[in-house]
């Protein structure tokens, strides 16, 4: 039984062959609606061909948020948008967020609104290599996607985060808090610096009234993390992981809180341990 569903619920009792008049008992609440605090309102994730950022974009239309879909993979990201649109509307931008001029039909999308509520920046690449053999190359692409994107992304649409009030949220890694493997320095740096965007910020923008969180997350079940399992040689159990949903969970909790709270930094580990 849903809740707020009236039940009925037959009390017949029988005295020989001659019933007695069932009662009818009702069970439940009528007339209560539950609170969708993010309908309505419009966000922004970057990221959203698979992953996190498919997740959020779809937790974020269940609770019947405007959706601007941002990915690169134009065949992942209709599928996002495909299910997305089964609760909400849905803009979808297929975007290479380390082209500068891709971001215009996004920017256009958005100052025709004439505000943004959420800005979820999921989008990301990772390279593993140590120090002696890793590509200055690897570190370019690392910090055009992990920094200078949302970086950029977050300065164009400050004036319309501004007006509505807004939230940020950026989807960081625990690498970005402390980097203690021998091979993830590059990543490492990228993401270290997307904190200290996110910590200088929030300090601006609070007076704003414009929330900023950063999700510090373990390894999750996404294509990235099968991809750098591959490259550890290492077997990938997803079922072990942090899943997307998880991500998607909290984030959404975290949005939906009222203008008296700010929740500002969130660390989110799977709860088996490997080594």
Do not use: W
């Not at 950029?152 to 970005?176: C, D, E, H, K, M």
């Amino acid at each position: 039984m849903k809740f707020g569903e009236k039940r009925r619920v037959s009390t017949t009792a029988t005295t020989g062959n001659k019933p007695k008049a069932a009662k009818r008992i009702k069970v439940g609440y009528d007339g209560i609606k539950q609170p969708r605090p993010l309908a309505g309102r419009l966000a922004v994730v970057t990221g959203a061909s698979g992953g996190i950022g498919r997740a959020l974009g779809i937790a974020l239309a269940r609770e019947g948020a405007l959706l601007c879909a941002v990915g690169r993979n134009p065949a992942t990201l209709s599928e996002t948008v495909l299910t997305a649109r089964q609760f909400s509307q849905v803009a979808s931008f297929q975007i290479d967020l380390t082209v500068e001029g891709s971001i215009q039909p996004l920017l256009q999308h958005l100052e025709e609104a004439g505000r943004l509520d959420i800005l979820i920046h999921c989008a990301g690449v990772v390279n593993q290599n140590r120090m002696e053999c890793a590509s200055v190359e690897d570190l370019d692409l690392q910090y055009a996607t992990n920094v200078r994107a949302p970086y950029l992304l977050t300065q164009r649409l400050l004036p319309l985060l501004t007006v509505a009030g807004g939230q940020i949220v950026f989807i960081n890694s625990s690498v970005g808090l402390a980097a203690k493997r021998p091979e993830i320095g590059q990543y490492a740096a990228t993401k270290h610096a997307l904190k200290a965007i996110a910590d200088s910020l929030r300090e601006e923008v609070n007076p704003k009234g414009i929330r900023v969180l950063s999700m510090y997350l373990g390894r999750t079940a996404t294509p990235m993390q099968e991809a750098l399992c591959r490259d550890e040689g290492k077997s990938y159990c997803p079922e072990t992981l942090l899943q997307p949903e998880d991500i998607a969970s909290v984030v959404v909790q975290a949005l939906m809180l009222p203008s008296t709270a700010e929740v500002t930094d969130i660390s989110i580990r799977p709860m088996r341990k490997s080594n």
